[in-house]
């Protein structure tokens, strides 16, 4: 009997963890812009410490995504696709944008890692994350989540993606541009 008694907590305790998300969005998040929205501005340090403002790009189509973390599989896959497609994004007058928590330095060590040449920008502070409605967690970590967001060159918010897939965020964003 007793053994069957363990094996019910066993399977209790199973499915109350499986239960639980490994990966969320933070409850205190600001709402995520919408389309047609005036795009949160920003000034954030990118990978070479040269502060960078949405508002220098006024006049272009700005891509603006949040990722989990630097030198991590899925971050990869996704950035590699948006170094890949760069001629193709500079033909249709866009820019790419990258945001995570990370550090200027882990941002330094994943371009030069991964021959990364576009922005990639630190927000550690989580403000940006935050005014985007992107701030996740990952077990104990805050990070960003995978969100890209289209800006046109007015500063209105174009499109939303949520729940990105790092293997064709870039493709579907350029499918999306005019």
């Not at 021959?115 to 104990?140: C, E």
Request: aromatic letters at 8%; one cysteine or more.
């Amino acid at each position: 009997m007793n053994k069957y008694l363990l094996l019910s907590l066993v399977v209790a305790i199973v499915a109350v963890v499986s239960a639980i998300p490994l990966f969320k969005a933070r409850a205190a998040d600001e709402p995520m812009p919408a389309v047609g929205q005036e795009a949160p501005t920003f000034t954030l340090p990118s990978q070479d410490g040269s502060p960078i403002s949405l508002d220098q790009y006024r006049g272009k189509w700005v891509v603006l995504y949040f990722y989990p973390k630097d030198m991590t599989t899925g971050c990869t896959i996704e950035a590699h696709k948006f170094q890949d497609a760069l001629p193709q994004f500079d033909a249709k007058n866009a820019v790419i944008l990258g945001v995570s928590v990370d550090t200027v330095d882990s941002h330094k060590q994943f371009c030069t890692k991964d021959s990364l040449t576009f922005h990639l920008l630190a927000d550690p502070d989580h403000k940006v994350v935050s005014a985007y409605g992107s701030l996740g967690a990952f077990g104990p970590m805050t990070i960003a989540q995978r969100n890209t967001f289209l800006i046109d060159p007015q500063g209105k918010i174009a499109k939303v993606w949520v729940k990105v897939t790092p293997a064709t965020a870039a493709s579907d964003v350029l499918a999306a541009l005019p």
